[in-house]
């Protein structure tokens, strides 16, 4: 019996081991979006503010996401758009600073992709989003010595419609597209 | 259609004014009670298309306009109620309550004098314009030309402060109010009455403010705006022909508001499109 719990022991010892946690590199870290522009153009713009958590379960390629961006941060390359988009129009950023978006179904595959299924807040409503992670790198940081750090790249789309941001539609499109940046450095 | 019912102008501009005056047309018979509703008509047709009618998430535009239907209810209670001494106090608090409503999310995001001045200029700017506008109610003239000011000050302040819709949702009102001042033109006023004031006026308030609060429109622009009671209220001579009393009313309630499109296009510019 206690060859028994000793090996259970051992083995809890090894999946904690094994399961990593990161903290997002807000300064390696934006979310990009893509949207139709009058049915002319595709618009890009991002982010500039995100932090957040990972956790990774190297042994049972799992792991979790939390990570919350400033909707105020949204950046076209212009200001008076930049304040048009974080107005009621459009993010509300006044009355709902934060998009969130988390995740504790992460699945990682044998060739460095991944599946995130979690749900995107955005306006104080939570809607169900899955991102399609790409090419995930881990090693240590050529210029940071001591310092280990996980990438990716991820992407997912959405219709900003089931958020409730209906303004001008359906001349500004309606679907979405995201792609995140992902830096994070383990803890 | 989706084209047409898709369309800023035909969402706030034609449908308020055509609802507004058939409306008008049919309860104009009917007086007193009755016939404000015609601009309250022309301006929910306008939200039912700009927002489906919908209320979650409870966003501040969303309360403004819950507000507003609360508020067409209070204002056909005035209507009936048989003394009026309670009246300002009544709508003061209500619209000091109101404000709060608004405004409580931001409470947390500012503090020292922001926090003052929000927590005591923003329903101060309410409460007045709704108090000294409801006191025009049986003013038919003086009540269309403060409320058309009010809404195309509101409008095309917000809509050059960064928020369309508070934008569209000013201009609706302005089309709506505009049937009425068309029926002034024809000589077939219609009383307005604490029904079509105390809505449109609370909504327009929150509205500016909300604009302030929840976007970029400059503060300064909420006293200009809330002097346009006060030029309705200048008094004009009887003697003058009805139709030239009536440019000159709607004229002077539009300095004001002209003054605040002005200002916050000198510090915000033209809209993106």
């Not at chain 2, 055509?18 to 008008?24: I, K, P, R």
């Not at chain 2, 139709?243 to 002209?258: D, E, K, R, Y």
Request: a positive charge.
């Amino acid at each position: 019996m206690r060859k028994v719990c000793l090996a259970v022991a051992m083995m809890a010892s090894m999946s904690a081991q094994a399961a990593e946690s990161y903290t997002i590199d807000p300064f390696h870290t934006y979310p990009n979006f893509e949207i139709n522009h009058l049915g002319f153009s595709t618009m890009h713009g991002r982010f500039d503010k995100t932090e957040g958590k990972l956790n990774i379960d190297w042994a049972n390629n799992t792991g979790s996401v939390d990570i919350t961006i400033d909707a105020a941060s949204v950046s076209t390359g212009m200001k008076k758009r930049d304040d048009h988009l974080t107005s009621p129009d459009f993010l509300n950023a006044a009355e709902f600073p934060e998009i969130t978006y988390k995740s504790s179904k992460v699945t990682i595959n044998k060739d460095k992709t991944a599946k995130v299924e979690g749900n995107l807040t955005i306006m104080g409503v939570s809607k169900p989003v899955a991102l399609k992670v790409e090419s995930i790198n881990c090693g240590d940081h050529p210029m940071k010595k001591g310092t280990y750090v996980c990438g990716f790249d991820a992407e997912g789309k959405f219709k900003r419609s089931d958020f409730g941001v209906t303004y001008a539609l359906p001349a500004i499109g309606d679907e979405m597209k995201l792609h995140i940046e992902v830096e994070a450095v383990r803890n | 259609m989706d084209e047409l019912l898709n369309n800023p102008l035909f969402q706030s501009a034609l449908l308020p004014f055509v609802v507004s005056l058939v409306v008008a047309v049919i309860l104009r018979p009917h007086g007193w009670v009755w016939a404000g509703l015609s601009a309250v008509a022309g301006f929910a047709a306008s939200v039912y298309l700009l927002t489906d009618f919908r209320f979650f998430p409870l966003s501040s535009h969303r309360k403004i306009l819950l507000l507003g239907g609360g508020a067409v209810i209070l204002g056909m209670v005035l209507d009936l109620l048989p003394w009026r001494r309670i009246t300002p106090a009544l709508l003061f608090v209500a619209a000091v309550a109101a404000t709060l409503w608004i405004v409580w999310p931001r409470f947390r995001a500012f503090d020292g004098w922001q926090l003052w001045a929000l927590a005591i200029a923003g329903p101060t700017y309410v409460a007045w314009l709704v108090v000294s506008c409801e006191a025009l109610r049986h003013k038919s003239l003086q009540a269309d030309s403060v409320v058309f000011a009010l809404s195309l000050g509101t409008g095309l302040s917000a809509l050059l402060g960064a928020t369309a819709l508070y934008g569209q949702l000013g201009s609706a009102i302005a089309a709506a109010v505009g049937a009425r001042l068309f029926l002034q033109i024809i000589g077939k006023p219609i009383v307005a009455g604490s029904i079509m004031l105390v809505p449109l006026v609370a909504v327009l308030a929150l509205l500016g403010l909300g604009a302030v609060v929840y976007a970029k429109l400059p503060w300064y622009c909420l006293i200009s705006l809330a002097l346009i009671p006060v030029m309705a209220r200048i008094p004009l001579s009887a003697n003058m022909p009805r139709l030239l009393h009536i440019v000159i009313s709607v004229l002077i309630t539009l300095l004001p508001a002209a003054l605040a499109v002005f200002l916050t296009w000198r510090e915000a510019g033209a809209p993106p499109l």
